[in-house]
């Protein structure tokens, strides 16, 4: 120490986390109310009401399709499903269901124009990059903090969090997806004429498509894996089972809220996985 | 006025072109310029122009400059200096939005591995240029439908790139190069990644595809062979620079240099040399006015053992044997036209040497070269082999 006082990192970090905060103060509040509420709408209203037969026979019966019309997903979709409703966390798995769906949506809406502009202009991709390291390996905790301060406790900031922590791999596969299109095919592209759009949606993205999928299907799982980690901050869901049970220490509860995230997981996974075919694959 | 006129086009890689065109200037060779600013010269003060319907071939090794050179015709490779003017407008000043529309119209290309969208059907990558252009679907899709047809791939229509064969996928960049019915073809290596059979069919098949199209076509190629059978003129290249352009035959026989004359030295001469090349002047009698005496006496001059008969618009009639003047000439008959002989074996002055010499062993008297019956010249059979071993081709260009 000595001749070198300690950087006050800290004190600039919470400055700058205020003034944010203060400086967008309509955005937040927008945010923490009104989608707050919109949310809320969504799971409880919505999801809660469509009763437990029909929501596991919709679910069945696009898994059937999606996976091209065999029947092991659906078997585990009707099964895994039954068994959330029969331990009684219906409400919660419909919960946990929409902060990952709102949170892909949101990470996948930001991800993919990042990403192209990432795979369009080196001098982006140089500057991003590192962000985007910086967003996965933080600790996802971290995270917590500023959307507590920005949006109190409940589903938004949960959302917050996990859009931070989830968007990263869209970003980076669509820049990839984008960059590993051939040369070929862009210079034939150009060379009859397209605009920047056209080559961008003609070409570029239906070949960029399998891999942005692959990015798009890290990010749900990412999202998922913020469940437990946003329920420390009142987003409700399986995720606050968990935590109630570690807090009490009961095993038995504990699994069984876990076993409702692996079902989950494992349904979406094989969604959008199944989802990630391309025209002109050879079978 | 020419299609394409390129000139003085370079093009030159990596940062400081500007001192790297100086030491162009200054004479400086691709390998001293490397060393001294670390760029690459791809091309080198080209210049050539191509006239409307010309096969015009640029032939080089790998590394030549010519892949690059196809590219800053469309301006695919943003050129350092240089013009190339696309009927009178400059390509290489062009703003971006006029360069799309030069592209869409004008220009179309072709490329060695195909370039297919694989996530479109044949047809929808057929009418990709028209597409992008905005025109309604119907019509597109009938242009691409007639342009697929004419390649012969009609039936294909809803396959994918994928499902296809090298040399059908080739078909379909050709078919979606034709679809917008652009004035220029631009054709990069097209059928380089061909198996060598499939190659030749294309290439036949390109030519008489331009025999009814009569478009203007600049294609590249590292293949000699191939060159000088769809070349009309032939531009070669080295490091960057073109070294000679002319027509298969001036290539061929007057390599510019060492480099075009090594270059040339093992080509299959039998497929580019015509009877045009190797025939000589006749010598011949005219049916009307000489008998069996002044022919004997003509053949006995010339050291020949049979002699071409024509009348005096020189149209060949025959041919007499020194036996049977001889003997005409004992009987004291006055003609020739009792010992004429007609088995002759005539060929056209575009006939290939190739095919000459399947016929050449079979003759008993030299091969007629003719033209609408009047004959042009003939051929021995020496002539024949030196032809093909490539020594001193005698060439008869004074012929007429």
Known sequence: ?283 | MPVIDVKDLSKIFGKNAKKATKYLDEGLSKEEILKKTGNTVGVNRATFSVEEGEIFVIMGLSGSGKSTLVRLVNRLIEPTEGSVMIDGQDLAKMDNKSLREVRRKKLSMVFQRFALFPHRTILENAEFGLEIQNIDKEERRKKAQESLEMVGLGDYIHQFPGQLSGGMQQRVGLARALANDPEVLLMDEAFSALDPLIRKEMQDELLELQESMKKTILFITHDLDEALRIGDRIALMKDGKIVQIGTPEEILINPANDYVEKFVEDVDRSKVLTAEHIMKRPETVDIEKHGPRAALERMRKEGLSSIYVTDAKRNLKGYVTADDVSEAVKNEEDNLKNILRTDIVEVSEDTSMHEIFNVIHDATVPVAVTEDGRLKGIIVRGAVIAALSGSEVSLNGDLS
């Open chain 1, 1 to 283: 120490m000595g001749i070198f006082p300690e950087i006050p990192v800290a004190e600039w970090i919470t400055a700058a986390t205020e003034g944010i905060q203060e400086a967008l103060k309509p955005i937040f509040t927008f945010l923490r109310e009104d989608f707050g509420d919109f949310i809320e709408v969504f799971a409880e209203d919505w999801l809660m009401n469509v009763p437990i037969w029909l929501f596991i026979l919709i679910v069945a019966v696009l898994a059937f399709f999606a996976s091209g019309k065999k029947f092991g997903l659906v078997a585990f979709t009707v099964i895994g499903l039954w068994f959330v409703a029969n331990q009684g966390l219906w409400e919660e798995l419909m919960n946990t269901f929409t902060l990952v769906i709102f949170a892909s949506l949101i990470s996948v809406i930001i991800g993919v124009p990042f990403g192209i502009w990432m795979a369009k202009s080196k001098a982006v991709e140089n500057i991003l990059t590192p962000v985007l390291d910086f967003m996965q390996t933080m600790p996802a905790f971290v995270y917590l903090i500023p959307a507590v301060a920005f949006f109190g406790i409940g589903m938004v900031p949960g959302v917050f969090a996990s859009v931070i922590f989830a968007t990263p791999p869209t970003v980076r596969f669509t820049n990839l997806g984008i960059r590993q299109v051939s040369g070929e095919l862009v210079e034939a592209a150009d060379s009859f004429g397209t605009t920047g759009a056209q080559k961008l949606f003609k070409v570029q993205l239906p070949m960029a498509k399998k891999t942005i999928m692959a990015g798009i299907n890290q990010t749900v799982m990412l999202a998922l894996s913020m469940v437990v980690i946003a329920s420390m901050i009142g987003a409700k869901g399986l995720g606050q089972s968990v935590i109630t049970a570690l807090q009490r220490a009961q095993v038995g509860p504990g699994f069984v809220a876990g076993f409702g995230i692996v079902i989950l997981a494992i349904i979406i996974d094989r969604f959008t996985q199944n989802l990630n075919t391309q025209r002109g694959d050879n079978p």
